[in-house]
């Protein structure tokens, strides 16, 4: 196609910053001072001098360790982590004479969770390493001293080289266009990798270059390169080029980034740059803010008490021991004589008593550092990454129209999802399709166009009485598009219907010329390429914008078809009116004045077969409508009334104006537009806007356009859902403040018995004060209007006292600007989070990332931003929670979120369903691991009171040094995977059940703290009613009683058995994987003592032969195991019984509905009624739902 194009067509003359060669400025006078000393030696790599500069290769590496740097970082890493550092001094002191416990049964441990951290380090860094691998190892065609092209790995290129790239290739580094197959040097680059924009970028060679658009061209061609050093600066570039003996300046758009992607153009021929690391999108490659969970945050507090607790109880046990020491010899008497004070070491000294409980402070810190769980931070690891894979894999969240799975970018924020307060979302590409057709237009004063929006069905059903004619309505609107449907085929971009123009009817219009002016203006005024399949003989068209592509398929369709584009000239074919028949007419093209946000409009000046000189011109209407000329008003009243009716049905409008040029005005304003193109210095844009401004004056006006951006399947039930699990919306858009609130209506954020608080400054007294030019008083009067009306607004709430009534907050950007300052923040946020929904409008990408962090840090809850092209990643990582949608606008919302979805409706299921389970999971798995380390810490607790604080564990090293890792690891794991407290299906028709994460209930501090008396209270009793049930009975046939290595395996047997039961007793959802893992992790127990108990004492200790000979013939081990496991299970499930009965989370209520039937639902509703005084979060959901 582009090679089709290419031949006697040159493009320069289409966009306007390349009518005239650039001319030397300020900027380049800094060529070779400070940042401004790169030096490149075109198509002569090997130069010497080029040689000595050492620039670096083209290999990047995007890995986050190095084969020599990965063991000494990945351990700085680990013990980052205040527990494991904790761990490791444990392990070094171990080794000395305080340690109870061989140094080998700590280390061992230590080593297996470090190791098995590190090696997930590796494994997530190898991943990386190969998408390096891959990037390194592509090929381009390099020119070589053979002087061909000759296939070459990216890595090996290096700066001076001359290549040629080939369409739909990426560029390898940052190259200079020297030419392509176009005459002109003309080349189309796609740029998503870089700013997420997939409308394609114009690139022009040097004219003296532009000529080299063959192999052979390159045998003698050497050219020197003088240009900024590497900078993150993607929007400008400083260079000169000496070439022949000339200078020529350079700038942007001579540059082809790496990364960006080669369209249109068959090949391009270009000299390296920047390499590797130096270019600039490498430049720019900074690693995404670190985010961590709320329960992350709060389980760094939990470990910091339980090292209070630790410090605690081992002062306690030091200073009991200290006491007891100092007392053993008293008036020269020894009272424990067994213990022969008067001949031992300084770790047991009567006469140095305080040293000695010094010391045994020390051994008690070893002792007791069970307490913190060894294995919990690489067992939630484990889990978080099994809970990404499961979200990456579940096909209720994959959309097949673009094979867009969701995908966990990040498993450190799984949690957090069951957890969002506050959803801050994108409108465009987000909510709605951004996929645009032509639905209406007014010209001349008179709206054309039928079919029925969205957002008109929603505005129709809330005017009418929900009770008496809402069915008629709806079936009157669906019978109205079917008609509609029927006229015609569907064309992407055109959904309007109207007799009255279509099909060349318009030349029956009483303003026919008018029309005839406004369609042509439509097919002239955009930068669009014709692509014609050769197979259809149809014509496409590559446009910079949806919205563009609509405009000019609608020229197309309404008889003004844009067929093709030359070098200077733009061709239709165009139905004549005033022969009746379709003609081909050509317009020679002299400029276009591009389309930017600030000027929100684009022109382009033609001259038509009669020599007329034109200026066609579209825009927003704020940009517009101050440029009509006032003896062409005819219908601007007219036109006005039909933008805001377009508004209020959710399209998206743009006002279509000329003007005729006299010759004298178009020579005399295109010198002074030229020059300002040709500038190069930082006043060029503001030069060219201020040339164009002079030009799109006195307008005359047409008409207006209206497009329709559709909803997204799902988007109203989604929103609806989010509402009722007690998600707070806001929308924050940069449409119009009409269209906005009409899309909120469209998709259910808004409701009719709302009540709307508007904030705006668009009032007659702002407009005046504006008007005069007086910045400091409009600047006084507009944040003075905006107090008032926040004041005004907490009024309105205020008001409503305890009524049912709820109101929606509607802002515009420029009040906006206002209430986001210092001193209107507070109550802007105090009146916008009492809101149900707050709809932002006309904000900025700056506003959308302030908004967020106002919302973030003022509420302290869990927020989560959602949008889909570049200007929402700011926004996305100021968010708790960044969901990108790998939608139309490219990847780069996608690339800066946490997670990525492809449809705003499946932001439903990713959290009421994913976010829930992962909650609860998490939650549960973090309070049990604490509980089964405080159960199994605080019995050697109790045994030491028991023995005077002696310091003796009550169990072998090998036994403690296994309870976190193979015993009791295995369970809590599955659950954190696999339990599910309610079904996938109940989570989405009972959305109420998520209020539980917003308020946090799994993970309080009651909770918390009653999971760890838990384990205090089961550590009695095992404790307790274990030691006292061998005092005085034999525990063999031959009448020997208990000794301490039987009392051991007795009470761990315990532990390890009511550990394990209270893992089953708390999961709700069985799969066999639980079973295996927790009736597992028993067995293994008694398989370990076996084994174990089969080597030599040396290596046994305690544990030689104690279950196969002492434990296991008897019958007293068995019964007390099974009397002492239910006794310590008891309080627990007696605790739940009555929480369920009296005082059920909403869970439990659906899963007794769920088990007993419709009866037992309607006598629960009751009882949550009753929950409902006692908690917000709980109320009567199974009745209303």
Not at 143 to 164: A, C, E, I, M, P
Not at 886 to 907: H, I, N
Request: hydrophobic fraction near 40%; include cysteine.
């Amino acid at each position: 196609m582009a090679g089709g194009r290419g031949k006697g067509i040159r493009f320069t003359r289409l966009y306007s910053f390349s009518c005239l060669k650039s001319k030397f400025r300020d900027e380049h006078s800094q060529i070779g001072e400070k940042g401004y000393s790169r030096v490149v030696y075109c198509n002569d790599p090997d130069n010497p001098e080029q040689f000595q500069l050492r620039y670096g290769s083209n290999y990047v590496s995007t890995t986050k360790y190095t084969a020599f740097n990965f063991i000494p970082k990945s351990l700085f890493e680990q013990f980052r982590r205040v527990a494991n550092i904790y761990f490791l001094v444990v392990a070094c002191v171990s080794f000395s004479p305080l340690a109870p416990y061989s140094a080998t049964s700590v280390l061992a441990p230590l080593v297996v969770v470090i190791g098995a951290t590190m090696a997930k380090e590796a494994l997530e860094d190898w991943r990386r390493r190969k998408q390096d691998i891959e990037a390194n190892n592509r090929k381009v065609k390099v020119y070589d001293r053979s002087n061909t092209f000759q296939d070459t790995r990216w890595k090996n290129l290096r700066v001076g080289n001359l290549v040629k790239v080939y369409k739909d290739e990426y560029f390898p580094a940052d190259l200079l266009l020297i030419s392509s197959s176009y005459e002109d040097g003309i080349c189309y680059v796609e740029t998503t990798n870089l700013d997420g924009e997939t409308n394609l970028k114009v690139k022009h060679a040097l004219d003296v270059t532009s000529l080299l658009r063959d192999d052979d061209y390159y045998k003698k061609f050497k050219a020197i390169i003088k240009c900024e050093d590497p900078n993150e600066d993607l929007y400008s570039f400083i260079g000169t080029m000496w070439y022949d003996g000339l200078q020529y300046p350079l700038s942007l758009q001579q540059i082809l980034l790496r990364d960006s992607k080669l369209r249109n153009t068959e090949y391009v021929y270009g000299v390296v740059v920047f390499t590797g690391h130096d270019t600039k999108v490498m430049q720019n490659a900074t690693d995404p803010p670190s985010k961590r969970s709320k329960i992350e945050r709060k389980m760094d507090k939990i470990v910091y008490i339980l090292f209070t607790l630790l410090i605690s109880v081992s002062f306690m046990g030091s200073f009991f021991f200290g006491i007891t020491t100092k007392n053993d010899i008293h008036d020269g008497k020894v009272q424990r004589w067994y213990l022969q004070p008067e001949h031992t070491t300084v770790f047991y000294d009567p006469k140095r008593a305080a040293l000695a409980a010094f010391f045994h402070f020390l051994t008690g810190l070893m002792l007791y550092g069970y307490l913190i769980p060894i294995s919990l931070y690489v067992s939630i690891e484990m889990v978080k990454v099994l809970q990404g894979i499961f979200i990456n894999q579940d096909q209720d969240m994959y959309y097949d129209e673009t094979d867009n799975p969701a995908h966990a970018r990040t498993s450190n924020l799984n949690e957090e999802l069951g957890q969002v307060d506050t959803i801050l979302s994108d409108k465009t590409g987000t909510l709605t399709c951004n996929s645009m057709d032509f639905v209406k237009c007014s010209i001349a004063g008179t709206a054309y166009g039928h079919g029925v929006t969205e957002v008109e069905r929603a505005l129709t059903k809330r005017k009418v009485d929900a009770h008496h004619n809402i069915v008629n309505i709806s079936s009157n609107i669906q019978m109205s598009t079917d008609n509609v449907t029927e006229l015609g085929k569907s064309i992407k971009g055109f959904n309007f219907k109207d007799s009255r123009i279509m099909n060349g009817g318009w030349v029956n219009e009483t303003q026919a010329d008018v029309i005839q002016k406004f369609f042509r203006v439509l097919a002239l005024c955009h930068t669009a390429i014709p692509e014609v399949n050769q197979e259809t003989g149809k014509i496409d068209y590559e446009a910079e914008s949806p919205d563009e592509a609509a405009f000019v398929i609608a020229a197309r369709e309404l008889g003004f078809e844009f067929f093709e584009r030359t070098q200077t000239s733009i061709s239709l074919h165009e139905l004549d009116y005033g022969k009746g028949r379709k003609t081909d007419r050509s317009y020679e093209l002299l400029h276009v004045l591009e389309f930017s946000s600030a000027r929100k409009r684009m022109s382009v000046i033609v001259k038509n077969a009669e020599n007329q000189l034109l200026l066609l011109s579209k825009g927003a209407d704020s940009a517009m409508l101050e440029r009509l000329s006032r003896k062409a008003k005819d219908f601007e009243a007219k036109t006005r009334e039909h933008i805001k009716r377009y508004a209020e049905a959710g399209l998206r409008t743009l006002v279509v104006a000329y003007r005729e040029l006299s010759e004298d005005v178009f020579r005399s304003w295109e010198e002074e537009f030229l020059n300002a193109k040709a500038s190069v210095n930082a006043d060029r844009g503001a030069l060219v806007d201020a040339a164009a401004d002079k030009i799109e004056r006195d307008l005359i006006l047409l008409g207006a356009t209206a497009v329709e951006d559709k909803l997204q399947k799902g988007v109203p039930e989604c929103i609806n859902k989010l509402a009722n699990a007690g998600i707070k919306i806001w929308v924050i858009t940069g449409d119009k403040m009409e269209t906005a609130i009409n899309i909120g209506y469209a998709c259910g954020l808004l409701r009719e018995d709302m009540k709307q608080i508007v904030i705006t400054l668009d009032s007659p007294e702002i407009s005046n004060l504006e008007n005069r030019g007086d910045n400091n008083d409009d600047t006084e009067a507009s944040s003075e209007s905006i107090t008032d009306q926040i004041r005004k607004g907490k009024s309105q709430l205020c008001s409503s006292g305890g009524s049912s009534t709820s109101f929606g907050l509607i802002i515009d950007g420029k009040s906006l600007s206002f209430a986001l300052s210092t001193n209107l923040e507070g109550a802007f946020l105090d009146l916008a989070v009492n809101c149900a929904s707050v709809i932002c409008c006309r904000s900025t990408p700056k506003q959308k990332a302030l908004v967020t962090r106002l919302v973030k840090k003022g509420m302290g809850k869990t927020t989560l931003a959602i949008g889909d092209g570049a200007n929402d990643v700011g926004m996305l990582q100021e968010a708790d929670i960044g969901v990108g949608i790998s939608g139309v606008e490219g990847m780069q919302a996608a690339m800066s979120s946490d997670f990525t979805v492809a449809q705003f409706r499946f932001l439903e299921r990713l959290l009421l369903v994913h976010g829930h389970w992962c909650y609860r999971r998490i939650s549960m798995m973090i309070c049990y691991f604490f509980y089964k380390n405080i159960a199994f810490g605080f019995t050697l607790f109790w045994f030491e009171a028991r023995a005077s604080f002696s310091g003796q564990p009550a169990y072998n090293d090998w036994y403690m040094s296994f309870y976190n890792v193979f015993f009791t690891s295995l369970p809590v794991i599955a659950l954190g995977v696999f339990d599910q407290d309610v079904s996938a299906r109940l989570c989405l028709k009972h959305p109420r059940l998520y209020e539980e994460g917003v308020h946090d209930v799994l993970f309080s501090w009651p909770r918390i703290l009653g999971w760890m008396l838990n384990g205090i209270i089961s550590s009695m009793i095992i404790f307790f009613f274990t030691t006292n049930s061998i005092l005085h009975q034999a525990f063999r046939r031959d009448g020997s009683v208990v000794d301490f290595e039987v009392l051991g395996v007795l009470m761990y047997t315990c532990v390890v058995w009511t550990v394990n039961c209270q893992m089953a007793l708390s999961i709700n959802y069985f799969t066999w994987i639980q079973h295996f893992f927790i009736w597992g992790s028993i067995a293994f127990w008694y398989i370990f003592l076996v084994v174990y108990g089969l080597f030599s004492p040396v290596v046994s200790t305690t544990a030689f032969q104690v279950l196969v000979e002492a434990c296991a013939p008897s019958p007293f081990y068995w019964l007390a195991t099974l009397l002492v496991v239910i006794s310590t299970l008891l309080p627990y499930i007696l605790y739940r019984t009555l929480q369920v009965e009296f005082n059920p989370m909403i869970h439990d209520i659906i899963q007794r509905s769920r088990l007993g039937g419709s009866g037992i639902e309607s006598s629960d509703s009751g009882k949550m009624g009753g929950v409902k005084d006692k908690s917000r979060y709980q109320d009567s959901l199974l009745v209303k739902q």
